[in-house]
Structure formats: structure tokens, C-alpha cells
T-cell receptor, first 117, second 113 residues
Framework: SQTIHQWPATLVQPVGSPLSLECTVE??????LYWYRQAAGRGLQLLFY??????ISSEVPQNLSASRPQDRQFILSSKKLLLSDSGFYLC????????????????FGAGSRLTVL | DQQVKQNSPSLSVQEGRISILNCDYT??????FLWYKKYPAEGPTFLIS?????DKNEDGRFTVFLNKSAKHLSLHIVPSQPGDSAVYFC????????????FGKGTKLTVNP
């Protein structure tokens, strides 16, 4: 069965410090990978998605970046955190071989709570 | 511009009664809709979905209704249970097209014993 792991679960960082959140998926190959953020009162906002190694699509201009160094690894980074980067970050995946009729049902990780002080 | 809207940030119902959560969308290209349930400090979990070729999909206590002409869908939970208390997110996508799900802001459901 497929599982998704995300860490760290909680993180408290000072403004201006770097960030690295990591996500890995097991039990599947060539998944589509996503980073979402849930900020207070703002629902789930798509930040990045990737359909393959080294392929990253950014949804919103921001202080963050994403990388996919391996097929089942997705990393969210920042060189200098801002206060506004605080939130609950969620990694998710779908099968990459859905074809034109496949349904886009995301499976989420447990999330990473980031507090920037 | 918010393409998926959940206009009620919260809803409170009594145990055993029906819970109705609403969702509106603006993008007529959306043809696949999903509901996710989220507990605090956890990732959302998939609950139920519906394709635009249907107007109703039922799974146990959960039923989703889709009104394409009104660009509106709703999730009915009958009977509601205290364990259903969570934040419910509506999401939409273009099936077979964009790789992205667009989520609403969520509705916090509280089921009182």
C-alpha cells in the first residue's frame, strides 16, 4: 500500500532563517506531488506541484521554492522565512498514470506546522 | 479570484440530525468535485466525490448532490454524529486536464451530543 511521510511535524523558526520541509511517498512510482498551505482563515492554497523529477510548477509568487530530487521525494524550502510564511504545510500525491479519465483524488500527509517568530 | 467558495465558515447541528454543507464554484470547466474532511493537526482525508455526469452520489451516511446549472454542490450527512465534527473542504478539478485541485476555504462542522 502507498504511504506518504512528511517531516518535521512542527517547526518554530525565527524570521530570516532557512526552511526545509521534506515529503516522501512509498509504494508507488512516478506520482504527482503537491505542496499546499493552510493559513489561518484561508483554506488550502496550492503552492507547488510536480509531475516528474526536476519538474516544478509554481502556483503563487512567494518566498518559497520546491524541488524534486528523486521520484518520490518532494522538498519545500526557503532561504529566508517571513512572518507570513507561518501556516500548516501539507504534502500530497496522486497517481501519475491516471490517463485522461483518471480522477484526481489527492492523498495528504499529516502536515507540518510552521511558526515563524 | 476564488473559484470554489464555501460561504459558511461554520455549522453546528445536533447529533442525529442532518448536516448540510454547501459549496459554489465559478469555473464552468470543473467537472469533478470532491469533499475532504480534516481534523485539527492532521492532513485532510478524502470523503466522497462526484463527476459532472451525475447529480448525486451516496456513500453510507454521506451524500453529495451536484447542481451544474447553479454551479452548486452540497454534502449531506445523515444522521450526524459527534465524530463528524471536523473541517470539511470542497474541491474541484478538470478531470483529465489540469493536475490541480482547487479547494474552498472550508466549513467547520460541530455536531453536538
Amino acid at each position: 500500500s502507498q504511504t506518504i511521510h512528511q517531516w518535521p511535524a512542527t517547526l518554530v523558526q525565527p524570521v530570516g532563517s532557512p526552511l526545509s520541509l521534506e515529503c516522501t511517498v512509498e509504494g508507488t512510482s512516478n506520482p504527482n506531488l503537491y505542496w499546499y498551505r493552510q493559513a489561518a482563515g484561508r483554506g488550502l492554497q496550492l503552492l507547488f506541484y510536480s509531475v516528474g523529477i526536476g519538474q516544478i510548477s509554481s502556483e503563487v509568487p512567494q518566498n518559497l521554492s520546491a524541488s524534486r530530487p528523486q521520484d518520490r521525494q518532494f522538498i519545500l524550502s526557503s532561504k529566508k522565512l517571513l512572518l507570513s510564511d507561518s501556516g500548516f504545510y501539507l504534502c500530497a500525491w496522486t497517481r501519475g498514470d491516471r490517463g485522461l479519465t483518471g480522477a484526481n483524488v489527492l492523498t495528504f500527509g499529516a502536515g507540518s506546522r510552521l511558526t515563524v517568530l | 479570484d476564488q473559484q470554489v467558495k464555501q460561504n459558511s465558515p461554520s455549522l453546528s447541528v445536533q447529533e442525529g440530525r442532518i448536516s448540510i454543507l454547501n459549496c459554489d464554484y465559478t469555473n464552468s470547466m470543473f467537472d469533478y468535485f470532491l469533499w475532504y474532511k480534516k481534523y485539527p493537526a492532521e492532513g485532510p482525508t478524502f470523503l466522497i466525490s462526484i463527476s459532472s455526469i451525475k447529480d448525486k452520489n451516496e456513500d453510507g451516511r454521506f451524500t453529495v448532490f451536484l447542481n451544474k446549472s447553479a454551479k452548486h454542490l452540497s454534502l449531506h450527512i445523515v444522521p450526524s454524529q459527534p465524530g463528524d465534527s471536523a473541517v470539511y473542504f470542497c474541491a474541484a478539478s478538470v478531470r483529465g486536464g489540469s493536475e490541480k485541485l482547487v479547494f474552498g476555504k472550508g466549513t467547520k462542522l460541530t455536531v453536538n451530543p
